[in-house]
């Protein structure tokens, strides 16, 4: 892992952070929770990437990222449940 790949997720998860305080400001809430939902997934991909340095085992990222999406699929759906 080096300086560089660390400096470039470090600004690759503010810029998704900033995306999701962006459209939190948004009026439908109904659409935006959705794509909030989804800069969190692809920020913890960034994280268990690099940060974790899940690249080189790929078996162990693939497990992370499927659990990981059968939760946010899990909190999206009780969402939309939620609200309609």
Same mark, same amino acid.
């Given at each position: 892992?080096?300086?560089?790949?660390?400096?470039? %997720?470090?600004?690759?998860?503010?810029?998704? =952070?900033?995306?999701?305080?962006?459209?939190?400001? %948004?009026?439908?809430?109904?659409?935006?929770?959705?794509?909030?939902?989804?800069?969190?997934? $692809?920020? =913890?991909?960034?994280?268990?990437?690099?940060?974790?340095?899940?690249?080189?085992?790929? $078996?162990?990222?693939?497990?992370? $990222?499927?659990?990981?999406?059968?939760?946010?699929?899990?909190?999206?759906?009780?969402?939309?449940?939620?609200?309609?």
């Amino acid at each position: 892992m080096t300086h560089r790949n660390l400096t470039v %997720a470090w600004l690759m998860l503010l810029g998704l =952070s900033l995306g999701a305080a962006w459209l939190s400001e %948004a009026l439908l809430l109904r659409l935006v929770a959705p794509s909030i939902l989804l800069l969190t997934l $692809i920020k =913890s991909w960034v994280i268990l990437s690099y940060y974790l340095d899940l690249r080189a085992v790929l $078996i162990w990222r693939r497990g992370f $990222i499927l659990s990981l999406s059968l939760f946010f699929m899990v909190i999206l759906a009780l969402y939309l449940v939620a609200t309609s």
